[in-house]
């Protein structure tokens, strides 16, 4: 659509920026109803997103963008908001902050000013400015920034249309006073007229040439005084873009003098409107000496985490019992009615031994499933994860790796597909290709049911601290295989993680419930699609030989498959062509190893205390004991994604090479860490 048609039909096209965690998808979410997920691992929002609101006479347009502290054309992220902001398609800009943060917002806010476009300070979070008794001059602040300043609450849903007012207010008003005022030849600087960003008089002067010079050789360009100033800053992108010859100009990068004067001026706005300063609260700083600690930070995140699998199998368990006594009950039903309409024993089969085993093996777990969920989305919301990132990042810094590496890892706690994507935010395309490689060793949800099922088998009272270690060798794997690939495909530089911490705050409900909600709908739905169809495939291959229908297993196509690679998998512990055939099709989701197994031991509930015990048996009688179920177990951490994943890597990495190598290092870690903890093992049991 054409701005024109735009403009007719009084649609405003609106962007939200700002830095992580402002509250920019909150407000988005306040002013589209959608049901967007709310997640606050800084760089979660990595793609934008669309949403319409309407207020008087106008239709808006509204895009979330991902959160970015600045306009440099470093990650990825900023690259793409960048350019989008630039683009035509932005009518105005809403520069979201959190108010009760103002300092550290306000760097990005003077760069977008810079723009020249128009731009709308929403102060997001004031009900934390009130509660804390902090005052903003609301007066003052719109006069130094030369941009009207609306005082908003996401989560109260406060001053909301009082902003979209002041953007068709404001769409027509570019930021003009940003030109520097000189008259006779003077510089003149007087304070209380005179707004925004000045910078000093050499740099002026420069900016004021390299604009001639852009004038000359660029005479429709917008925005001059910005691109002068970020060619002053030898701004990458800006300078390939706009090739002109400054060096006579300027003699040296601008950019550290650029941002020192950008902070002494948001030091002096914020001595002239913060009028009760509040410290960051007391009770985050408390909350913080111990958490974010530099010996205890690490093992007090363990714990953490390791409460948390503590309540997963738990109170999962016992919830997952009064789940399986429904299932059984919906089972038995499905196969009496199948029985009773005379349909064909392998039609029974089929439905019962097949898909149900399958699919109801995987919806058992559902308990396990939301509680861990439910456990994340608590520490994200409180504001905790963004303190792991922050003590990882020492670690990660000492090792040579960047501190950014860690956030995608945490997200691989819940699921790879998004973890592979949030390595978007690494500025260096090598520590990029790393830890998109890495990221699959995380322990994520689908690992889950087979550490519930084998640690429950085999482990008794020790079954959480086996399923916890899973955890914890998946993050050092991780770490360790970064740090090897490090010193194969050096990298020249690393950029450590600047991270703000937000305060803690009460987690907030419908965020974890919209969450938790939309994780729970993922599962079932995985249930219903992938896992019912690689059931099916999987009995299929078990029931069918060359001959047609078999009698015994052991002659079936999947026997063959199974068999095929028994050689190969016997060093882990694994030589068993059912566990062979289950792995295999892990690969189309983790959770098939489980209902794989289901299926491949006939086992209908496989989840149920009756289940499990002759699930025990069988394997027993195989030879398979409580090491080779560790094993297992670390295979699983450790070999191929799933195909989701892997087509993300792909997709990320835009190259086939480097998805089969990651392939192959997954495959390779998980055979050498399990084949050398079967064979020490062994040795001792
Ligand atoms: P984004 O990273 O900028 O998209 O920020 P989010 O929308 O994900 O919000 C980050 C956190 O701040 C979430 O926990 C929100 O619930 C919380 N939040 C957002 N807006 C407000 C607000 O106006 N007041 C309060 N108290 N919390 C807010
Ligand atoms: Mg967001």
């Not at 902001?85 to 000013?113: C, K, W």
């Not at 039903?333 to 392998?346: E, I, K, R």
């Amino acid at each position: 659509m054409s701005k024109n048609e735009n403009n007719q039909r009084n649609m405003i096209n609106v962007a939200f920026i700002g830095n992580p965690n402002c509250g920019k998808t909150s407000l988005f979410n306040a002013f589209t109803g959608a049901r967007l997920k709310v997640a606050n691992w800084p760089g979660v929002t990595v793609e934008k997103k669309e949403g319409h609101t309407h207020y008087h006479d106008h239709d808006y347009k509204l895009v979330d963008l991902p959160g970015i502290y600045s306009l440099t054309s470093y990650t990825m992220e900023e690259t793409l908001s960048r350019e989008y902001i630039l683009g035509d398609d932005v009518d105005v800009i809403v520069n979201v902050v959190d108010a009760s943060s103002l300092e550290r917002n306000l760097y990005l806010t003077l760069q977008l000013i810079e723009l020249g476009k128009p731009v709308v300070l929403a102060l997001n979070m004031m009900d934390i400015v009130e509660e804390r008794g902090m005052e903003i001059d609301l007066h003052r602040l719109p006069e130094m920034l030369g941009i009207p300043a609306i005082p908003v609450s996401a989560r109260k849903k406060t001053g909301l249309n009082i902003l979209m007012h002041a953007v068709a207010h404001h769409k027509d008003k570019p930021v003009d006073k940003t030109e520097h005022h000189h008259s006779e030849g003077q510089h003149i600087h007087r304070h209380h007229d005179e707004f925004v960003l000045v910078y000093s008089d050499e740099i002026e002067d420069k900016i004021d040439a390299v604009k001639n010079r852009l004038k000359e050789h660029y005479p429709d360009m917008k925005n001059k005084r910005w691109h002068a100033i970020k060619m002053l800053a030898l701004d990458d992108e800006v300078c390939k873009k706009y090739p002109v010859e400054i060096s006579d100009i300027a003699d040296k990068n601008y950019e550290s003098d650029i941002v020192a004067q950008k902070y002494d001026f948001i030091d002096e706005v914020m001595e002239e409107c913060m009028v009760n300063r509040a410290e960051k609260s007391a009770r985050t700083d408390k909350i913080d000496a111990v958490l974010t600690h530099k010996i205890w930070g690490v093992p007090v995140f363990l714990g953490i985490m390791a409460l948390v699998f503590f309540f997963t199998f738990t109170v999962g368990d016992w919830l997952k019992g009064y789940l399986e006594i429904g299932l059984d009950w919906l089972f038995e039903a499905v196969a009496g009615f199948l029985a009773m309409c005379h349909v064909s024993d392998w039609v029974i089969s089929l439905v019962v031994d097949g898909a149900l085993a399958g699919v109801g093996g995987i919806l058992s777990f559902l308990p396990n499933i939301f509680i861990l969920f439910l456990a994340l989305a608590i520490l994200e919301d409180s504001g905790y994860m963004s303190r792991v990132a922050y003590v990882m990042n020492h670690i990660m810094g000492r090792l040579g790796l960047s501190g950014r590496a860690f956030i995608p890892m945490l997200l691989g706690f819940g699921c790879s597909v998004p973890a592979v994507m949030a390595s978007r935010a690494l500025e260096n395309p090598k520590d990029r290709l790393r830890t998109i490689m890495v990221t699959p060793f995380m322990s994520c949800s689908a690992k889950l049911p087979v550490y519930v099922l084998l640690s429950g088998m085999f482990f008794g009272k020790y079954a959480v601290f086996a399923a916890f270690s899973m955890y914890v060798i998946g993050m050092v794997a991780a770490v360790l295989v970064s740090v090897i690939l490090n010193k194969i495909m050096k990298t020249d530089h690393v950029n450590n993680l600047l991270i703000e911490l937000p305060e803690y705050k009460t987690p907030n409900v419908r965020s974890i419930w919209i969450y938790v909600w939309e994780k729970i709908k993922e599962y079932i739905t995985k249930a219903g699609t992938t896992i019912f169809v690689a059931s099916v495939i999987v009995w299929l291959l078990m029931n069918f030989g060359l001959h047609g229908m078999v009698e015994d297993m052991a002659d079936s196509f999947g026997a063959c498959i199974g068999k095929f690679l028994v050689p190969v998998m016997k060093p882990t512990g694994l030589g068993y062509w059912q566990i062979v055939l289950a792995l295999i099709s892990g690969i189309a989701a983790k959770e098939v190893v489980v209902s794989s197994l289901s299926v491949l031991y006939g086992i209908t509930n496989i989840s149920s205390a009756s289940g499990t015990a002759s699930l025990v048996n069988l394997l027993g009688a195989q030879g398979f004991t409580g090491v080779n179920a560790y094993a297992m177990m670390l295979f699983c951490l450790l070999y191929v994604p799933c195909i989701a994943t892997i087509a993300m890597i792909r997709q990320e990495t835009k190259s086939r090479k480097w998805t089969m190598i990651s392939v192959c290092i997954q495959l390779g870690t998980a055979w050498l860490v399990s084949a050398v903890f079967y064979q020490i093992a062994s040795l001792f049991l």
